[in-house]
């Protein structure tokens, strides 16, 4: 089931898009406000969000550039700001559509279905990766040189490489890896991380594309 977070300071708006949504068989979580959103995000992991920009406590477009720090996940924008300059500070910031309130609920919908599409496909298309000497395929599991990894390392690994240059928090990587109760135990990844520099950098002592950002998270460096 495609999970969607909705962020509106709208009830009426909320209500309705998740009264629409759930009777179309997506799982559905809201918010009000950006900080809201933004924390949701980190912990429920959606596959799809739809944003309002007139949020009281953050500006939609901070929100946009807050998200594409660390992840892909697609944005339809849905904005009572008409003017073109909003739309293209929008898609800028790395929204994948914008959509002006007034809206038709049918067309709405279909902004939906085609962003899941063009986020699918591109996430099908990301499947061979290089990291120094080594190739990953992604979709075949397989690693150049007969290299074999854990499950774990995989899941830590493939976050990472669908995510190239951006940040991945602690936080993030924890919950997605060993669930939300384990949020603290970052010496989990430690260890998985130092496991993985050992396995594809070539000098692990001094990565240069399985990076740590003290004190925040991980990032690949292609």
Known sequence: MTKILVVDDEPQILRALRINLAARHYEVAVAADGSAALRQAAEWHPDLIVLDLGLPDLDGIDVIH??????????????????????????????????????????????????????????????????????????????????????????????????????????YLLTKVWGSKHVKETHYLRQYMAQLRKKLEHDPAHPKHLITEPGMGYRYTP
């Open 66 to 171: 807050g998200l594409r720090g660390w992840t892909r996940t697609p944005v339809v924008v849905l904005s009572g700001r008409a003017g073109n300059q909003d739309k293209i500070d929008a898609l800028d910031a790395g929204a994948d559509d914008y959509v002006t309130k007034p809206f038709g609920i049918e067309e709405f919908l279909a902004r939906i279905r085609a962003v899941s599409r063009r986020a699918a496909i591109a996430e099908a298309e990301l499947t061979s990766i290089q990291i120094g000497e080594h190739t990953v395929d992604l979709a075949g599991k397989t690693i150049s040189g007969g290299l074999r990894l854990t499950p774990t390392e995989w899941h830590i690994l493939e976050i990472l490489l669908r995510n190239p240059g951006k940040l991945i928090p602690q936080r």
